[in-house]
DNA sequence: CGGTTAGGGGTTTTT
DNA sequence: CCCCTAACCG
């Protein structure tokens, strides 16, 4: 039983009464099998499973946890507690009172922000001073949504009290970027949350209780989604000294301030760490000691047996660290699964990637240029939500882009057409057009361009006369669009085919494999082979093109593997969204940024680019204090090897580099850290 | 000239 | 992958 398993400590917490109990669980002591230990208590005092309410950070952490429970209690029961992230089960929620729900992803809706940003005339407003970018607006406003539940103003201009003079063009900005979202079908992650949480409001969802794994790192939007639920138990697991997502609104008063919220609070603090050697722990200990200090922290070394001391690498260049990191992989007798290459930002990842690839060393990475983001992948997934969701203007727009002469502007003007030509009806207007003239768009822009002021003159269809194309399609008005070229034409040619195909079917898995087959397809294989298969000189390698080509189909072939559990495709393209991020492909060596190590343990961990103004991040937004407890997660995953690595010079770069400070802090490197400015200059 | 499209250079972290 | 700049079109 998993009880029985757990020492004193996380029994004690594991069968708390039932109330407002927080759990400080530090690194390696065994959070999970205290959650999963709790929730065999619960189901041992006869509470129902489906009014357990588990809560996770990412969907794998609830997995497995789910997985360790169906070792000792029947499928049936089990598959009845309601568990994921808090966007999954918010997600699970919200598909039942919107079924034509389409989530969509945070650069997508970017994008969308953009566009609207794009048209304000800040130059003619004769500001005092510049505006904000699109990007960090965006950006602002999402973080706004995670760490506020005021109004977008009154937190912004608390922030950047300077722009009161253009926050009322910002507000606009956010207000119309809300009734777009409406208009087009459209959630973002932050939606799923923030429409639960309104529905919450009348409309209780009881659990006999509720457990939040990772607490330290929810949001003040996730904690208001928590009171919202009214829970009558809750059961919180976290570390502060791991809270790593402050740039996502991640509010440690959710933490620090539990026992003053809530009255019956009780604190269980896990201190026996079994995951790592005792010099590991002390060399994590010694750098997060540095921090202020919360709660008292003691960590118990539960390991005994023999340890390898952490050992710090330094290297002259950049490459040679990644290549000798490499080596020593490759001669290792630690299986590759159990290895992590840990960093701090992505970019350290080609690199290492390259390197071990070199020797021929499997690797797998998560997020980066993941799965979900090859354009190969986004292109399927792009006309599976057009699908969906014909009203998704972006994902036409992405697909259209590929034609060659069409940019984003003018695949929009496309799809206003073709909701004109049918009638407001967008399959229509593709497959069955009854108007059969051009719309008038764009009021207020071209204007002195002339265009579409008559109808039926300009642009006329007969120039395509010689092509090959689909009898329907001579007679499109599309063609009669003064921009489009050849290439256009033939590209919604093979649009068109490809629709008219679809047209009817349900089967996400044959809509799917009808769309790999088809020639608008291939014609996307060959523009993204072509491109891939360049050589630095600009010119064409037939056998690398082969290769990406090669490549493209497997990925294709995986997704649509993935499509074949799902039978309604509206399912299938919101849980690749949802859920894609999770993915990583491939087995061997764990390439890692620190933030997708959280939770995860191995028994040779390599930190890698300890440098300063890399890890820690010079351009940080958040505090030195968060950088430190990277370091502190980063560590900490390491179960026998830790190795912490550093190049002193990028010679590609041309930049010099000096140790980190957390080297300097966890006594690897002698003397204390002096900041940069003190000297000068980074140069020495 | 204005609006686009197309190609080259630097990148913080996620559901 | 996003921003900037250079070519391109009417």
């Given at each position: ?28 002591t ?57 966007h ?88 119309e ?113 540095r ?43 630690t299986?590759n699964d ?26 797998k ?38 034609a ?6 003018l ?11 049918g ?8 497959l ?21 002021d ?18 329907k399609?001579?007679?499109h ?5 003064p ?48 491109q ?13 093109k ?17 499509s074949?559990q ?31 190590s ?73 003397g204390?850290?002096?900041?940069p ?8």
């Amino acid at each position: 039983m998993p009880l029985s398993s757990l020492n004193d400590d996380q029994r004690k917490a594991a069968t708390a009464p039932l109330g407002h109990n927080l759990i400080i669980a530090s690194a390696g002591t065994g959070k999970t099998s205290t959650i999963v230990g709790r929730i065999a208590h619960l189901l041992h005092k006869g509470v129902e499973p489906s009014k357990i309410l588990l809560l996770t950070f990412t969907n794998k952490a609830a997995g497995e946890m789910i997985a360790r429970l169906e070792r000792y209690f029947p499928k049936k029961v089990v598959s009845q507690i309601e568990s994921g992230t808090f966007h999954a089960v918010s997600y699970r929620w919200l598909k039942v009172l919107h079924p034509n729900l389409a989530l969509k992803q945070p650069s997508e809706l970017k994008t969308l922000f953009r566009s609207i940003y794009e048209k304000r005339n800040f130059e003619r407003m004769n500001l005092p001073l510049a505006p904000f970018s699109a990007t960090f607006l965006y950006e602002m406003y999402s973080l706004y949504q995670n760490a506020s539940l005021e109004v977008f103003d009154v937190w912004f201009l608390e922030k950047y009290p300077e722009h009161e003079v253009i926050m009322d063009v910002y507000m606009d900005i956010a207000e119309e970027f809300e009734r777009e979202k409406v208009d087009y079908g459209f959630a973002s992650f932050n939606d799923l949350l923030l429409r639960i949480k309104s529905h919450l409001e009348d409309h209780i969802i009881h659990f006999d209780e509720v457990l939040v794994d990772e607490y330290q790192d929810t949001n003040t939007l996730q904690g208001a989604l928590i009171d919202a639920l009214k829970p009558t138990a809750l059961f919180c697991v976290g570390d502060y000294d791991q809270s790593i997502y402050a740039f996502n609104g991640a509010n440690i008063e959710n933490i620090a301030t539990y026992s003053t919220r809530y009255h019956d609070a009780k604190v269980f603090t896990l201190s026996i760490n079994y995951r790592s050697t005792a010099p590991i722990l002390s060399l994590a200990n010694r750098v997060i000691e540095r921090n202020e200090r919360i709660y008292p922290k003691k960590l118990v070394v539960g390991r005994i047996g023999k340890t390898h001391p952490p050992k710090l690498l330094m290297y002259k260049d950049l490459f040679e660290q990644y290549q000798a990191i490499a080596q020593a992989i490759k001669h290792t007798y630690t299986p590759n699964d159990d290895i992590a290459i840990i960093f701090r930002n992505n970019s350290s990842a080609d690199g290492i990637e390259a390197s071990l690839r070199e020797l021929g060393v499997a690797c797998k990475r998560k997020g980066g240029t993941s799965f979900f983001d090859a354009k190969e992948i986004k292109f399927l997934l792009d006309l599976l939500s057009l699908m969906v969701n014909p009203k998704d203007m972006m994902a036409f727009i992405h697909i259209f882009e590929y034609a060659s002469g069409v940019g984003s502007a003018l695949a929009k003007e496309f799809f206003q057409c073709f909701l004109y030509f049918g009638k407001g009806n967008f399959m229509q207007g593709v497959l069955y057009p009854t108007q059969n003239d051009l719309p008038k768009l764009n009021p207020n822009k071209n204007v002195q361009l002339g265009l579409f002021d008559d109808d039926d003159e300009i642009g006329s269809a007969s120039r395509f006369r010689h092509l090959e194309l689909d009898a329907k399609v001579y007679g499109h008005p599309l063609l009669k669009h003064p921009k489009i070229i050849q290439d256009g034409v033939k590209f919604f040619n093979d649009f068109y085919s490809l629709m008219n195909e679809l047209r009817g079917m349900e089967n996400p898995a044959k809509i799917l494999q009808t769309a790999i087959v088809s020639k608008l397809y291939k014609n996307i294989i060959d523009i993204l082979s072509t491109q891939r298969g360049r050589l630095k000189s600009g010119e064409l390698d037939e056998e690398k093109k082969r290769q990406a080509k090669e490549r493209i189909e497997r990925k294709a072939g995986l997704l649509l593997q993935l499509s074949r559990q799902y039978r309604e495709l509206r399912r299938f393209v919101n849980a690749m969204i949802l859920g894609g991020g999770e993915l990583s492909e491939g087995e061997g060596v764990n390439l890692l940024t620190v933030h997708a190590s959280k939770g995860l343990e191995f028994a040779e961990v390599y930190v890698v680019d300890l440098v300063d103004g890399r890890f820690p991040n010079r351009r940080m937004m958040s505090s030195i204090d968060e950088e430190r407890r990277l370091f502190y997660v980063a560590v900490t995953r390491a179960k026998d090897r830790l190795y912490l690595s550093l190049a002193n010079y990028d010679k590609v770069k041309k930049i010099e580099y000096k140790p980190s400070q957390f080297l300097h802090e966890a006594g690897l490197i002698k003397g204390e850290f002096i900041e940069p400015e003190a000297k000068g200059k980074k140069k020495e």
